[in-house]
């Protein structure tokens, strides 16, 4: 059964930072990989979606990877800012439904 | 854009009650799912329907049923709730088949008191 693991599970760090998000699932059979900004309260946004057939991903100051073959996906956030403070889940599966990781906590701290 | 729109953002309901929560979407997307949200828990998915009349249980589909007779409305119906149905809830749709994106909805926060 697929799980997905995101480590770490909060992390703060001051405005302008590189920083990158780790998701790690079991299955290489995933077919796809999306990553989700969810702030308090409110429901998901899509942000990047990479197709088994695919490397990475991108959108402006995000970029995302998926390597099936060691079961990992990275989100890499650019030039951080405050607006960027979310929470951020990874989602993968190998049907129509997707298996959540539990999200990491991102503060950026102006 | 894709629009997912949920009946409430809000709601409070007493124990025994029987909830309606809608979802509608505004992209002919075929499939539709309902998933809730616990602290520690993550999304966990309850129910999902790939067509119209069409549905297939999720991880938790105990003390819920659903409704799709048209192609942009999934409802979820609990016909007792429970204080431990106290949760977020979140409706997504995408496209058919697997590698198409979900969107979902701003979520509805549920209390049963």
């Known amino acids: 059964k697929q799980e997905v693991t995101q480590i770490p599970a909060a992390l703060s760090v001051p405005e302008g930072e590189n920083l990158v998000l780790n998701c790690s699932f079991t299955d290489s059979a995933i077919y796809n990989l999306q990553w989700f900004r969810q702030d308090p309260g409110k429901g998901l946004t899509s942000l990047l979606l990479i197709q088994s057939s695919q490397r990475e991903q991108t959108s402006g100051r995000l970029n995302a990877s998926l390597d099936k073959s060691s079961g990992r996906s990275t989100l890499y956030i650019a030039a951080s800012q405050p607006g960027d403070s979310a929470t951020y889940l990874c989602a993968g599966g190998a049907t129509n439904k997707l298996i959540f990781g539990t999200g990491t906590l991102l503060a950026v701290q102006p | 854009d894709v629009k997912v729109t949920q009946s409430s953002r809000y709601l409070v309901k007493r124990t025994g009650e029987k909830v309606f929560l809608e979802c509608v979407q505004d992209m002919d997307h075929e499939n539709m799912f309902w998933y809730r949200q616990d602290p520690g828990l993550g999304l966990r998915l309850i129910y999902f329907s790939y067509d119209v009349k069409m549905k297939e249980k999720g991880d938790i589909p105990e003390g819920y049923s659903v409704s799709r007779e048209k192609k942009e409305r999934f409802s979820l119906i609990l016909e007792s709730a429970s204080t431990n149905q106290t949760s977020m809830y979140l409706c997504?749709?995408?496209?058919?088949?697997?590698?198409?994106?979900?969107?979902f909805g701003p979520g509805t926060r549920l209390t049963v008191t």
């Open positions: 997504a749709s995408s496209l058919q088949g697997r590698a198409h994106e979900q969107y």
